[in-house]
């Protein structure tokens, strides 16, 4: 299957610092990348919609100001948690793929926001 | 609504045995996606399986198998011989038009191969 990076692996910040994860697919183009956050012992819940070129969409109930994602290549999103509380403190996970065809999943970022 | 349910929150079972993980969905196209992801403690998702709706054959890989019955609305999916490196958490997922083709997950089971 494809390859999806995603860095950092961990990141421990203080409360009110921004916070940028990377998510790069490695070995295919997307067009369409995806943003979930994750809960412990929770399924996955998403975020947003990176498409590339183009504006992100947000799920209902997610900030948009305060998660910035920004899709500039084909092959790289990024999400930037601006200003992070400890609530923000979560596993994010992005994956890549095509509508209809299968999402394949980076490794996942803990963010811990002391 | 698409829906997908794992009723089985977590399954403990010991090294060799076999055992089913269940999943049953709902949707209301005729055209759509089931797949099931492995979730190991690392915390990465890995893709095991994507059937399409027109697609009902079983199928087996190595220790892995899927059971598809639209009669049914389920995917289950059963692991023979488990081992403990089998131990992770499953996720079974549907998309369809409805939903834009993203992924609708279920709750996830909890699965324990004890040695």
């Known amino acids: 299957g494809a390859v999806v990076s995603q860095h950092p692996s961990r990141v421990i910040c203080k409360s009110g610092t921004s916070v940028k994860i990377e998510c790069r697919s490695l070995d295919f183009q997307a067009t369409t990348m995806f943003w979930y956050r994750q809960f412990p012992k929770q399924s996955l819940m998403l975020m947003a919609t990176?498409?590339?070129?183009?504006?992100?969409?947000?799920e209902q109930g997610v900030e948009k100001d305060k998660f910035l994602i920004n899709h500039a290549s084909l092959t790289l999103s990024t999400l930037t948690v601006t200003s992070a509380h400890p609530e923000d403190s979560s596993f994010y996970i992005c994956?890549?793929?095509?509508?209809?065809?299968?999402?394949?999943f980076g490794p996942g970022t803990r963010l811990l926001v002391l | 609504a698409q829906k997908v349910t794992q009723a089985q929150t977590e399954i403990s079972v010991v090294e060799k045995e076999d055992v089913t993980l269940d999943c049953v969905y709902e949707t209301r196209d005729t055209t759509y996606y089931l797949f099931w992801y492995k979730q190991p403690p690392s915390g990465e998702l890995v893709f095991l399986i994507r059937r399409n709706s027109f697609d009902e054959q079983n199928e087996i890989s190595g220790r892995y198998s899927w059971n598809f019955q639209k009669s049914t609305s389920s995917f289950n999916f059963t692991i023979t011989a488990s081992q403990v490196v089998d131990s992770a958490v499953y996720f079974c997922a549907l998309s369809d038009m409805d939903s834009n083709y993203q992924l609708i997950w279920g709750a996830g089971t909890k699965l324990i191969i004890k040695p």
């Open positions: 990176s498409n590339e070129g183009s504006k992100a969409t947000y």
């Open positions: 994956s890549a793929g095509k509508p209809q065809e299968t999402q394949y």
